[in-house]
């Protein structure tokens, strides 16, 4: 039979099944079963899945939880829109909003020290990807996503946004300092 003559039996697809068809079957049903075990087995094990925990909050008022926190702990502005830097206590709750079209405010973490990280959005959705390592959340308006981080490795991190979010979505970067 050709793809592009007509089949010459009308009623081709009633056939008994062949013995090759069932082997390719049975292959494609025991790697998908191994595959959907991985994602448990990854999630423990694996380095790239992260726990996190998912509540309801307002724009509002995570955003005042973030502008508290801005208030506590800043130590100095950066850029020309003198976006805040803030170093909170390590073990503490932190924040970081994603709005159209940055990210706010910049976080100063301590190495090895364990935070608690708060993420949203203000307005639509956006991506929390954290550069260079392997870190991606999906961060919501409406929901706080919240994540213990423990960073172990010094260094200036970016936070790019990985959801289109409109024009100026490729402007959207963060940025995390580890200590
Ligand atoms: Cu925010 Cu793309």
Redesign the pocket.
Known sequence: MSAIQPPSKRIWWKEPLDRVELAWIAIALVWALILFFMMPYWHVFGKQNLSNEAYRISAENFQKKTQEMVEKFTVRTETDQNIPVVHPPAGSDIYML?RL?AWYPILELEKDKSYRLHLSAMDYQ??FSLQPTNINLQVLPGYEMVVTVTPNKEGSYSVV?N???GIG?HT?IGRLYVK
């Open positions: 994603g079209w956006h991506g946004c959801e289109y979010c979505h959207m």
